[in-house]
Structures are given as structure tokens and as C-alpha cells.
């Protein structure tokens, strides 16, 4: 089945170890999103990317990246993780960006900082 | 800025029984969507039901359907027939295009946790 995988679903790190998540999807769509949900909170968008175009959001730490080597996969890293990073990390993908455009989900990386 | 809000953090209802989440939102935008999905424990987010804001009647899939009310910004989702497998959070989203940018913002509520009682 066409889907959206992210690995691993649980990881943990230390406080200021840099970290990888990764995302890769089957659906050949064109728009990659990370979004950040913490306990309770609604998921907020980090950063996007069109094809190759990467789009970060106004609010997005500095301490956020993202890669996109190629259309499958898509990646999040955290250089500097502080205790306030801990929370799920979603990775989404939509065939394109118009206005009605459904976004497939990941099931999600959980993030612990130690 | 658009804001989505869910007043109901938490809801239950009894199995084959009806339930009603509700949702607003705030927008001065006309051309808009909006969007109920479901997040099962423990497994990724899926769409349940969308509504293009221009359309004035109201979105069904199956047992899902919503009341959209544009005028008093309100977009509620009722499940009819509730089955175990309903249980999840529910998010509504609301997306439109960014003020003065040409890409698209999805705007998420904090979410309704759905309880189904067998």
C-alpha cells in the first residue's frame, strides 16, 4: 500500500546531541511537511518543501532543518535538541500545494530528550 | 491570523449511539477549506471529511457528515452509528492561502478526544 513511513517511531536523545528524523513515502507526491505536536497542542507546521523548493515557516527555530535529497525521502534534523524539542514529530506529503489538497500522514516519531 | 477552535477537549459516546464535535473557527477569508481528520492511538493522522467553505451544502462520507454554518463560522462533525474503531482524536483544520504569499497554511484545533463506551 502506497503510505507515509517514519523512522524510527520512538527515539531518544540528549540534551544538545544532534538528531536525525526521517521520512519517505511512496505516494510520489510532490509536497513534503514536518509538523511538531506537543502533549496536547495541535500539530504546527515547521517546514514544507515543493518539489526542491523549501519553505520554513516564520516561528521555526533556527535549530530546525530539513533535507529533501530526493522525492521519497524527507528529513528533520534537530542540531541542538533542548528539553523543550520533546514531542511527537509528524511527517505529512500532498500531491500538490492547491487549496483543497488532502495531506497523508505518518504515523510519527516520538522524541525524547534526556 | 486564523485560529481553529475545539471547545471539547474530551467527549465519549456509547457504541451504535450519535455524537456531535464541535469546531470554529475565525477567517476573514472567503475562499477556504476545512477539514476533520483522525488520530487513533498510537497510529497516523487520516482525513475523515472535507468542505470547500463555497459549497453550501454539507459534506457526508458514510457515517460522517458536517454541519457547516459559513456565517457563524462553525464546522461540526457528526458520527452516527459510533463504532469502537471510532475512537481517536479528532482535529478539525482549516486551510486557506496566506495573506500577501502565494502558499497555503493548514491551521489545526487542539483537538477532541473521542471515547466510545461498548
Known amino acids: 500500500d502506497a503510505m507515509v513511513i517514519q523512522n524510527p517511531r520512538y527515539q531518544v536523545t540528549q540534551f544538545g546531541k544532534p538528531v536525525t528524523l526521517s521520512c519517505s513515502q511512496t505516494?510520489?507526491?510532490?509536497?513534503m511537511y514536518w509538523y511538531q505536536q506537543k502533549s496536547s497542542q495541535a500539530p504546527k507546521l515547521l517546514f514544507h518543501?515543493?518539489?526542491?523548493?523549501?519553505?520554513n515557516e516564520a516561528d521555526t527555530p533556527d535549530n530546525f532543518q530539513s533535507r529533501r535529497p530526493n522525492t521519497s525521502f524527507c528529513f528533520l534534523d534537530i542540531r541542538s535538541p533542548g528539553l523543550g524539542d520533546a514531542a511527537m514529530y509528524l511527517c505529512a506529503t500532498s500531491r500538490d500545494v492547491g487549496l483543497g489538497e488532502t495531506q497523508y500522514f505518518g504515523p510519527g516519531t516520538r522524541l525524547l530528550v534526556l | 491570523a486564523q485560529t481553529v477552535t475545539q471547545s471539547q477537549p474530551e467527549m465519549s459516546v456509547q457504541e451504535a449511539e450519535t455524537v456531535t464535535l464541535s469546531c470554529t473557527y475565525d477567517t476573514s477569508e472567503s475562499d477556504y477549506y476545512l477539514f476533520w481528520y483522525k488520530q487513533p492511538p498510537s497510529r497516523q493522522m487520516i482525513l475523515v471529511i472535507r468542505q470547500e467553505a463555497y459549497k453550501q451544502q454539507n459534506a457526508t462520507e458514510n457515517r460522517f457528515s458536517v454541519n457547516f454554518q459559513k456565517a457563524a463560522k462553525s464546522f461540526s462533525l457528526k458520527i452516527s452509528d459510533s463504532q469502537l474503531g471510532d475512537a481517536a482524536m479528532y482535529f478539525c483544520?482549516?486551510?486557506?492561502?496566506?495573506?500577501?504569499?502565494?502558499?497555503?497554511?493548514?491551521?489545526f484545533g487542539k483537538g477532541t478526544k473521542l471515547s466510545v463506551i461498548p
Open positions: 483544520a482549516y486551510r486557506s492561502r496566506i495573506s500577501g504569499a502565494g502558499s497555503y497554511q493548514l491551521t
Open positions: 518543501y515543493y518539489d526542491k523548493d523549501f519553505n
Open positions: 505516494l510520489n507526491h510532490n509536497v
